[in-house]
């Protein structure tokens, strides 16, 4: 996981430095869902990255629907168990079939 937190990092620098307010997470592959991971993107890593002005994110996830209700679920859990991140109702998140589809957002 301290891989994954390097990078998210590292992306979070890159949009502050060029000032993009969008990200394209491309998880078509996607496996294995880790909700550690998950809550952690979502309580620490996406409060520093809004601060630096990223606040769109365009997931393209497997096709089979179970990961898209599974993070739509999380994100819902997340939202309720903590209030006082106030930004993540000012980030916009949506869920594209193609990677395409998520450019054209």
């Known amino acids: ?8 990092r590292q992306i979070a620098g890159f949009a ?10 491309d998880a078509q592959n996607l496996v294995a869902y880790h909700r550690p991971s998950v809550d952690w993107s ?8 809004f601060n630096y002005g990223l606040s769109v ?3 393209v996830l497997p096709r089979n629907g179970e990961y898209q ?4 679920n999380e994100i819902h859990r997340i ?5 006082e991140l106030g930004f993540l109702k000012q980030i916009q998140i949506s869920f594209c079939d193609s990677l395409d589809e998520a450019i054209m957002e």
């Open 1 to 8: 996981m301290s891989n994954y937190r390097e990078a998210l």
């Open 16 to 25: 502050e430095q060029r000032q993009i307010n969008k990200l394209i997470i």
């Open 42 to 49: 979502f309580t620490d890593w996406k409060r520093q990255a």
């Open 57 to 59: 994110y365009c997931y």
């Open 69 to 72: 209700k599974k993070l739509k």
């Open 79 to 83: 939202n309720n168990a903590n209030p």
